[in-house]
């Protein structure tokens, strides 16, 4: 299992994240997006683990509500966006190899923890 936590900033859900990996013993890597650079094909398969681009987009808080990829809907121009702007995405995301989780989803999380 590898476990690689994206997050651009400290959040509840992100410290879920690492207590959740922590208590079971299950080493991680801690990406932080203010210095880690995505590349397309990441943000792309973290959209299709979401459902669509849309659903990796921020949208809790005025902040997050005035940036202009909050009120974008097509995925193109969505994943353009989050490259420009990673703080603009949900935190955490979860990645386990070619597998991926947007926000807590400790039931996921058991699963891969589960196979091992």
Avoid: C
């Avoid at 940036?67 to 966006?81: E, K, N, Q, T, Y």
């Avoid at 995405?89 to 058991?110: D, H, Y």
């Amino acid at each position: 299992m590898n476990i690689q936590i994206y997050a651009a900033k400290k959040n509840p859900d992100v410290l879920k994240a690492e207590r959740f990996f922590k208590e079971r013993r299950i080493p991680y890597q801690m990406m932080d997006l203010k210095k880690h650079k995505l590349g397309r094909r990441e943000l792309e398969l973290f959209a299709r683990a979401a459902g669509g681009a849309q659903a990796l987009v921020d949208r809790s808080g005025q902040k997050a509500l005035e940036r202009p990829v909050a009120h974008m809907s097509s995925d193109s121009l969505i994943l353009d966006a989050l490259m420009d702007d990673p703080s603009a995405l949900v935190s955490p995301i979860v990645r386990n190899g070619s597998k991926a989780t947007v926000g807590a989803q400790e039931a996921v999380w058991k699963e891969w923890a589960a196979q091992g």
